[in-house]
Nanobody, 119 residues
Framework: QVQLVESGGGLVQPGGSLRLSCAAS????????MSWYRQAPGKERELVAT????????NYADSVKGRFTISRDNAKNTVFLQMNSLKPEDTAVYFC????????????WGQGTQVTVSS
């Protein structure tokens, strides 16, 4: 059974930091590109960061470049998102995503974790 379980969300003041984790099971984690998405109330889900399966190359949305860092530990089947210098506009539910392109695209989603940036 495929599972992606996010953790690490919470309430933080502007300028603060959080580290999100996503523990994966039930599929070949190291073969999948892993991403973090977020969805704020009334807005569409947006891609925050991706890390590739093979070399582990990261890519970021312009809105988080220089503040967020995505990383993965293939031995522990876990992907992380280190979020620094948080802003109120970072408030959203953050979702973990796993994706692989074979004969078609296969992807899995976590249930999400709430991040609230507020004073």
């Amino acid at each position: 059974q495929v599972q992606l379980v996010e953790s690490g969300g919470g309430l933080v003041q502007p300028g603060g930091s959080l580290r999100l984790s996503c523990a994966a099971s039930g599929f070949s984690f190291s073969s999948y590109d892993m991403s973090w998405y977020r969805q704020a109330p009334g807005k569409e889900r947006e891609l925050v960061a991706t890390i590739t399966s093979a070399i582990g190359t990261p890519n970021y949305a312009d809105s988080v470049k220089g503040r967020f860092t995505i990383s993965r530990d293939n031995a522990k089947n876990t992907v992380f998102l280190q979020m620094n210098s948080l802003k109120p506009e970072d408030t959203a539910v953050y979702f973990c995503n796993a994706r692989i392109l074979l004969t078609r695209t296969y992807q899995h989603w976590g249930q999400g974790t709430q991040v609230t940036v507020s004073s």
